[in-house]
């Protein structure tokens, strides 16, 4: 399974990477902070497990 997923920063635009959990089931909604510029990002992640795939849509917090 992919261990990682990049998305970039709501604010900065600056790529990040999320350590996603397989095991929090297949839809997960967290708050990162861009390790730029520090602002709070939401992450919506969907994981799909068949295709070994990691989707994530950010937005501002």
């Given at each position: 399974?992919?261990d ?25 909604q ?8 520090c ?23």
């Amino acid at each position: 399974m992919q261990d990682t997923a990049t998305y970039p920063c709501a604010y900065c635009g600056e790529l990040n990477v999320t350590l996603p959990d397989w095991s929090a089931g297949r839809r997960q909604q967290y708050i990162e902070d861009c390790a730029v510029c520090c602002q709070p990002n939401v992450l919506r992640v969907c994981l799909n497990p068949d295709l070994d795939e990691v989707s994530v849509v950010v937005e501002p917090a």
